[in-house]
């Protein structure tokens, strides 16, 4: 199968303008960027895309052991970019797509040329000094509630993830996001991202960056933004007053003028 068809690969914007790529988090699709990314297709030639396993991506395509870590997803991408020529690409990564960024820049580093990483963490689990906001036995728990019942750990998880409690209706879009991924394809990729450890990948990244830290994140703590920020040469760190895990969905128009600024 072709590439494009593979990951529902979608193409917009100006022709000839600086790429734009933008790559989904978890239990997510490409429809997650739809408050943010047209406001760059004046100007950007705008690429969105599903991972293998979601959205509108090809499930046939889906392989447990090329999809076993996140390098398989990075491998996509890079497909992706090299299928539509793309040069100097900003990468715009929400969550776990930070660290498959990493992973694919270090594959193909001649295809990016900025990086900007929404709510990244390089490990979700704490380890000594390093504080990823879980420890070994939460994630333990997580995924075993998550083999359970894949439908009930949705129910669940949605809102915590979102934050806003006081908008019911944007938890209300995750649920439904998470419950429309096969299960088997959530229960590995859970697996995949919240095991993770790529901290010592970080140092890789020669493109310039942007971290944009949410407020009030459980799943990627200020400490883990900060920590991509330091190791990460001369990247910008920029706190944002949305709460949450998800400030494209929460607060679009602050996320795309921390975008805007910083390009």
Partial sequence: MSVRTRNDVRVSGRIGGRPMVFAHGYGCDQNMWRFVAPDFEADHQVVTFDHVGFGQSDLSAYDPVRYGSLRG?????????????????????????????????????ELFGAMVMVGPSARYVDDGDYVGGFSREQIKELLASLD????????????????????????????????????????????????????????????????????????????????????????????????????????????????????
Avoid at 84 to 95: G, Q, Y
Avoid at 168 to 194: K, M
């Fill in 73 to 109: 997803y990075a491998a996509d991408v890079v497909e992706v970019m090299r299928e539509l020529e793309l040069t100097d690409a900003v990468f715009v990564a929400h969550s776990v797509s930070a660290m498959i960024g990493v992973l694919a820049h270090a594959m193909a580093p």
């Fill in 148 to 263: 359970a019942n894949h439908l009930g750990w949705s129910a669940a998880m949605a809102p915590v993830i979102m934050g806003n409690p006081d908008r019911p209706e944007l938890a209300a879009e995750l649920t439904n996001s998470f419950c429309r991924t096969d299960p088997d394809v959530a229960r590995q990729f859970a697996r995949v991202s919240f095991l993770s450890d790529n901290r010592t990948d970080l140092p890789g990244v020669d493109v310039p960056t942007l971290v944009l830290q949410c407020s009030e994140d459980v799943i990627a703590p200020e400490t883990a933004g900060r920590y991509v920020h330091e190791h990460i040469a001369g990247s910008v760190f920029t706190q944002l007053a949305a709460t949450g895990h998800c400030p494209h969905l929460s607060d679009p128009e602050e996320t795309t003028a921390a975008v805007r600024a910083w390009l």
